[in-house]
Each structure stands twice: as C-alpha cells, then as structure tokens.
C-alpha cells in the first residue's frame, strides 16, 4: 500500500471547466498528520507507518494511548491510521504529513465509512419494486418468496432482505485530483466520496490496475 494521508470531508461543490462544463467535486481537509510509529521487519516482521490526524482533549484519551502519542509529540491526536510501505527511507518519527505530498492531476482512492441509514426495508436497501397499492393488495413493502419451502426448508445466506443499510467503509478509486491548497490544507477531488460532512477519510496514491492492497 502506498503511503497517504488522512483527512475530513467538508462537503460537495462544484467547478467550471473552459468550457463552461460543471463539474462536481469533493473538498477535503487533508492533514496536517503527524507520523506516530514506524515498524519495521527486525521488530514488527513488515514495515509499515502509523499516522495520526485530529487533535483531541486530554480527557479522551487514555494512559496507553497518550503514552504511545508521546513518543513522538506532544499534541494528542483522535484518529490513527497504519499504512504498509516497502520502505522506510526518509520517513522520521513525529514528522509532518501535508498535502504536500499530493499534486493537481494525480490519482487518488479515498476510503471512508458510508452513511448509515439503520434499519432499512427491501426498497430502500436493496431498490425492490412495491406490491399493489389497489384491489385489496396487502403486499405493498413485503420481500416475497425466500426460497423454497420443503427442500431446503431454510433461507439461503446472502438473500437481500431487510436490515443494516450502510455504515459501513468502501474505496472509491481513481478519483482525480482538481487543486490542492497549500495553505488551508484542502484537496479538491473531482466526484463524490464516502460518508457526510466531517467524516474520516484515508486518502493515498490510486493503486496500479490489477494491483493489490498490502492489508
């Protein structure tokens, strides 16, 4: 996995091409992020870089955490994310990670939770068609048949039916990068992203086609 940063959502808005086109895009508050731990083989058997983002109170946190966090800074911070990487060159402990890192033009994957929606029925979660509304119809928002009755005499795993709808983290790949923002730290991704205004969200190099994640 390629090393990225992690930032906020601050909401959707729009840009003009030349042309006149519009264009939707995402604006996110990327870092500033500080790197909290670095593993390597000899002690951890992989080498990977732990950041984190979001300054939090005292309070919030506990003594292990804040004693990992003070290794190295002083600044307590509320999210942490881990990201594999082949090597370790050039990173230090408590350094900074900005938006620097990223350019206008570049390809970016963004994952984030999606919004939950709770318990959902089968048109809003699964885009079911209704029963008749008419004629005596009692079958307005029911699911139907589940299966067949004697054999197998159960429900299959995996048939949609009604339940948790969203809440739950995607990536959306390849999104392109529209302006980066030096000094408010702010990446303008062209598209949508996951979650609601002031979700989390891990952002980093779009992976190659048929790559892999390394976790």
Do not use: W
Not at 33 to 44: E, G, V
Request: hydrophobic residues 35%.
């Amino acid at each position: 996995m390629s090393f990225g940063i992690l930032g906020k959502k601050l909401g959707m808005s729009q840009f003009f091409d030349p042309n006149g086109k519009s264009i939707p895009v995402t604006v996110i508050e990327a870092g500033p992020c500080r790197i909290t731990q670095l593993k390597t083989p000899a002690t951890d058997g992989y080498s990977a870089a732990q950041i984190g983002f979001g300054e939090v109170r005292e309070k919030l946190v506990n003594k292990p955490a804040a004693g990992h966090l003070a290794k190295s800074g002083e600044e307590l911070l509320r999210h942490l994310q881990e990201y594999r990487l082949e090597s370790l060159d050039g990173l230090e402990l408590g350094a900074s990670i900005t938006v620097e890192a990223f350019e206008a033009g570049q390809k970016v994957d963004v994952s984030g939770d999606t919004i939950g929606r709770g318990f959902s029925g089968y048109q809003k979660r699964h885009g079911f068609s209704r029963g008749p509304m008419t004629h005596g119809s009692k079958n307005h928002r029911q699911p139907g048949s589940t299966g067949a009755g004697t054999t197998p005499g159960r429900v299959y795993p995996g048939k949609r039916m009604a339940g948790r709808y969203g809440g739950k983290q995607i990536t959306t790949r390849g999104l392109t990068i529209l302006k980066v923002d030096h000094e408010r730290n702010l990446l303008v991704v062209k598209g949508s992203v996951p979650g609601k205004p002031g979700a989390l969200l891990s952002i980093r190099p779009a992976l190659r086609v048929g790559a892999k994640a390394a976790n």
